[in-house]
Structure formats: C-alpha cells, structure tokens
C-alpha cells in the first residue's frame, strides 16, 4: 500500500485531481459560510439592471445575478453540495450492485456467471442515457420527484455494470488461486471465502472504478437536470443552471460559464484520481506477479 501511495504522490495529474476534489469537498461542506445570499431568494430589485436583464461579476455578486436576480456563486455553491451528494449515493448503489453481481459470478462460474453476465449484456444493450431518462421518469411518476431520489436510483440503477464486469474479471482469477482452494480444503463456505478472502483483493480495483464511476455520474447528473430530470426546482444544479442560462448565453454569458467550469472541473478531478490510482494499484499488481 505504502508503493502504492508513492506512485500515487508521484504522478501530478492525480494530484492536481486530488487537490480539486478536497477543494470541491470543501466547497460543499462549507456552502452557507462561503456566501452569504440565499441561492433560492430572487432580488428583482437590486439584482437585475434597469431592463431586466443579470448583472453582470461583481463585487456584491462575485459570478453575477441571474435572470430572477439570484446570486449565481452561492447557486454554484449550493449546487455542488447537490451533485455530489446525489454522484456520492449513487456510486454507492452501484458499488454494491456491482461487486456482488461480480463476485458471485466469478465465484461460481458456470451457468451463474454465464446467466448474470447475460444480464449485465442486457443493460449494456440499453443506450445508457436514454434508459436513464426512461428510468428517471418512471421514479417520478412513482411520485419521488420532490426529493433527489430518482437521480440517485436512476444512476445507480444504470451505473453499475462496469464495476460488475471489473470485479468478475478480478473474481474469476482469485477463483482459481491456491489461496481460495487451501480456504475451501479448511472447510470454509462460500460466504466466508467470499468476505474474507474475495472483497480484500477486489478492494484496490473496486476504489479504482468507484472513482470513475463518480465522475460519470456527475456528467450523467448534469445531462439529466439539463432535461428537467433532475432534482425538482428551485434546488440550484449545475445542469439545470445551464439549461436556464442557454437563453442568455450572449448577453450574460456568466450564466452558462459557471456552472459549465464547475462541470469540467468535478469531472475531470475525479477522472484525474481514478487514472492516478489505477496506475499505481495496476504497478503494485504488476511488481506482484512478477515476485509470484
């Protein structure tokens, strides 16, 4: 673990992708101490210009107003604790989906593993993001739609078949090593092989995709509150503050750039991180081969 760090300290792209992601933790921990505006309150008064159009950067409105005179940083702001939150649970839902559908599918192999990894073909199938849409409408349908629920579950629901292909392939190698034929000689159960023996050495390449799974996530998040799928207004999201601000892109261009930075950077952090530690796992793994 300790080579693993070090490839992983060495390597400034996972760094800088580090540092962005504590930065965004931070930002979403502490949003109503880092501004001072209501992200939901419209000032028609003192945030529009005389015509009624959004003011621009300013120094009482650091990213400037938008067209209800709202403070576009503290939406900016508001809406990164949103995304990550609702990236974080998903991820979560997919994680667990994933490395069981993977585990026991490695683990037992034959008719199991043929029949989950059909299952798995069969959401691959689906293009993604429609069956996200179609997903997302089916929650809110089922009445969900005033809390983040049918984002995260939709996502989740989704996401999970990288981690499941990942793991299995992981799974399927371990199956066949002295180390699980020495545990089920000492008379140990699928169960405990699984718990004991299986999750440790899936751990490093679980962390790996869970990393990039987020990411996508955040884009996929994004991609559904642009459609109105996301969560219900007047919660402030980064896609949905692009889909309002598509309309002003010329006169008040801070309403799309926003949000649309805020986007590029979440995403490319945790894509920076999870390139950073698959490479310094996927060394850690190789220089363990070569000692077997």
Not at 50 to 79: H, I, N, Y
Not at 179 to 207: E, K, Q, S, W, Y
Request: glycine content about 10%; aromatic content about 6%; overall charge positive.
């Amino acid at each position: 673990m300790s080579r693993a760090r070090a490839r992983f300290v060495a390597n400034r792209g996972a760094v800088l992708g580090a540092v962005l992601v504590i930065g965004l933790l931070g930002i979403a921990l502490l949003a109503p101490v880092l501004s001072e505006n209501n992200p939901l309150a419209s000032d028609v008064e003192h945030g529009l210009s005389e015509l009624g159009a959004p003011l621009p950067p300013s120094r009482d409105a650091v990213l400037g107003t938008d067209q209800l005179g709202r403070d576009v940083w503290a939406r900016v702001v508001t809406g990164t604790r949103t995304s990550l939150s609702i990236a974080a649970i998903a991820t979560l839902i997919a994680l667990v989906i994933g490395v069981s559908i993977g585990l026991v599918a490695g683990y037992a192999g034959g008719a199991v593993d043929s029949a989950l990894m059909r299952l798995v073909d069969l959401v691959l199938a689906f293009p993604l993001l429609l069956l996200a849409i179609l997903l997302a409408a089916l929650f809110r349908e089922a009445e969900l739609s005033s809390s983040n629920a049918p984002v995260f579950l939709t996502l989740g629901a989704v996401g999970w078949t990288t981690m499941a292909r990942v793991v299995r392939g992981k799974a399927l190698v371990l199956a066949r090593s002295e180390m699980i034929t020495a545990a089920r000689a000492l008379g140990a159960g699928p169960a405990r092989i699984l718990v004991r023996h299986f999750l440790p050495n899936v751990a490093g390449v679980v962390i790996v995709v869970a990393a990039l799974v987020f990411a996508q996530n955040l884009l996929a998040e994004s991609v559904l509150s642009y459609l109105g799928l996301g969560p219900a207004p007047p919660s402030p999201t980064w896609g949905h503050m692009l889909y309002e601000g598509r309309a002003y892109y010329r006169t008040a261009p801070h309403l799309v750039l926003a949000p649309g930075i805020a986007i590029v950077i979440a995403v490319v952090a945790f894509h920076l991180v999870g390139e950073g530690l698959r490479d310094a796992f996927d060394a850690r793994e190789a220089r363990s081969a070569g000692a077997r």
